[in-house]
């Protein structure tokens, strides 16, 4: 990869040890993607803010970091691992780990991070104009910006992407540019899809597909849906982007997702029939999905717990329209700044399975917090689990 | 020719795995074995080993796992993959361990519990 001269002595340790660590995060990553230069970047977003998995390793390398460093483009970052306004109430969770939790929000928030600890950036903020170059580690946010955000990124790593962060730029790899090859074409094939089929899709499209894939045989789906997709991609590979495509346009290697193909992956993550809990919100909500949950739970209330999941940005808004209201009033906790993936508030030794319709919350429940999980749609959700 | 993404030198026996490997949640951050059952290295430790896989898949965190295994002394000594990703390149630069992108014949010549050295500086970089 060529660097500026400018590079070269960041590279080589001329402006600091902060620098110079991010740098070599840059190169070894462009090698990586065969890119022959460093672009910059607009807007950051973090992972790696989960003391759950970063871990005390993590929590000193940020501790010493944010003594010197400082991002130096707009930069947001994922959830951490509970809300801190609700702790108090989830006695099985350590002094320790909200004392380590707290270390870790607080170097960012000392390098200059805007503390959003969302992994929905895109329902927080207007994304900027039309390919704009950003580096996004969230895996879901990544599939969103470079499939229906207009933007360009790469599926960052949580090092590359605060590389950008503290730097202001990123390779130049493929992902970043107009000429990408044609990818493999998923056909779908499934009738109606509900959000949780879409999660599926997203899935298995992460499964087979390489860098990016096509989609055809599905209508411009809504938001949900579409931010199901972004998560369950995000999860099972490395596939960062889709496009929806005409079926008469596609020409290069296709592969059905039918009924067959959609059971397989139902089973794959679907371990019970019936949850101890609930939780919405993998990724968070939007305002759009507060508002649509507080109408359907109307007149109902949960049978059992239910767990909510919005970023604290949206969850200020819902309150301020009252859409908190009804959902409160059925019952539903909203928690905010943490998210259903690798949050430890579910206590495993009082849950042993928990009802989503998240694939990607299903994935990590599953092989991270070690629970059953009992996948369903939001209205099978509302139609079984209230009253 | 092999790609050199991380440089450095070391010397290890080696532990090779088809799976694709997905570092948060199928790799112990703190003594490197392996805990997912679906992994044919599953309960293998990762520790001083030269790791040869396919490639990393999943969360973009796992970087933050390869750098907690250097900190705990359990990470390989060097990875040699197939496929180069963005989480075990940042992850392994960070941390400082040399890692290789080998060509197709060089991967299917690398045998479980054979000893290799791996040196980016030197004409063969695999020997």
Redesign the interface.
Known sequence: MELTPEEEASLNGEHGETLE?AY??L???G???NAERLVPIQWAHL??V?YN??????E??LRELSKDAHVKVKTTVNPMGFDFDHISEFKHIDDEFVRKQASIRDSYIKMGVDPTFSCTPYDIFDLPEKNTQVSF???NAAIFANSLGDLKT????????L?SAITGKSPYSDLRKDDTPTPLTIRMKVDNPNELDFGMLGFFAGKVGDTAVNISGVSQPNRRSCKAMCGGMG????CAKFQFVNSDEDTGEKVDFGKEEMNEIFDELNTTDKGDLITLGSPQLSLEELSDLSKMLKGRSFKKRCMIFCSRAIQNQARSLDYTNEIERAGGEILSDCCTCLTPLIDTNETDSVTTNSIKGAY?LK??TGVAVNLKPLSKIIEDETK | MSKVIVQGKAEGTILKTSNPINFLGAVDKQTGVIRDKKYDIYEKSIKDIVLVFPHGIGSSVGAYTIYSLKSHQSAPVAMICQKADLTVASGCALANIPMIVATEEEFDSLNNGNYITVDTESEKILN
């Open positions: 660590t070599r995060i190169v070894a990553t090698e990586a993607t992972s790696g989960n998995t970063i871990g005390d390793a993590g000193e390398f580690a969230e895996s790469n599926k960052e790593s949580a090092f590359s992407a590389a999860t099972s590979g490395t990590y092989n991270s």
